[in-house]
C-alpha cells in the first residue's frame, strides 16, 4: 500500500519539491529539540484542557443541583412544621400590624393571641404566600432553618418583665392600641 504522499504525488496534488521540503522541516524540527523531551501532540493538549474544562463545568452544575435540592428540602420542612402547628385565626378581629420587606402588613387574630404575640409566646411566619401564627418553639425550630421565614418574634427575655414589672400597678386603657 502506496504512502499518502506517494498517493497525493500521483493524484497530482503535490510534487517533489514540495515533499523534499516538508521533510527537511520536519527534520529540522526534531533536530532542534533538545534531547530528553518529549514531543508534545497540540490535540492531545487541546483534548486533556478541554476533559479538564467539562470535569469543572459538571462538578459546578453537580453543586448547583445539589444545594437546589437542600433548598427545596428545607423549604419543604418549614412548610410542614407549619401545616402540622399553625394556629387558627378565622374569627380574629383586632389588626396586629407588622413589618415585612419594608412593607406593612396588618393580620386579623384574636385578642389573646395580639397579647401573646406581644409577649413572644406566637410568631408570624411567612410561607407559601401567606402569613400564619406558631407558637414560639415552633418559630425557633424554623429560624434554624431558615431566618427569613420567620417575620415577627418578639425576645421574651427583654419583654416578658414578670413579676418585677414596675408597671403590674398601673391599669392600661382598653382603647389604647400601638
Known sequence: MP????????????????????????HKQRKQQPKGTLEVNE?????????AEKAERDRKLNQQRHDEAQRKAVQAQIRQL???NQLPRKHGETAYQFVHDKKIKKIFVEEPMLDQLSWG???????NDAYELVAEGVARKIMERDPSAVVVLH???KDDLGADDPYA?????DDLMW
Open 3 to 26: 504512502s499518502l504522499q506517494d498517493q497525493l504525488m500521483k493524484a497530482g496534488l503535490a510534487d517533489e519539491k514540495k515533499v523534499k521540503a516538508l521533510k527537511k522541516e520536519k
Open 43 to 51: 490535540a492531545q493538549e487541546r483534548a486533556l484542557q478541554a476533559r
Open 82 to 84: 407549619v401545616e402540622a
Open 121 to 127: 409566646r406566637l410568631a408570624v411566619v411567612f410561607v
Open 155 to 157: 425576645d421574651r427575655k
Open 169 to 173: 400597678d398601673y391599669e392600661i386603657p
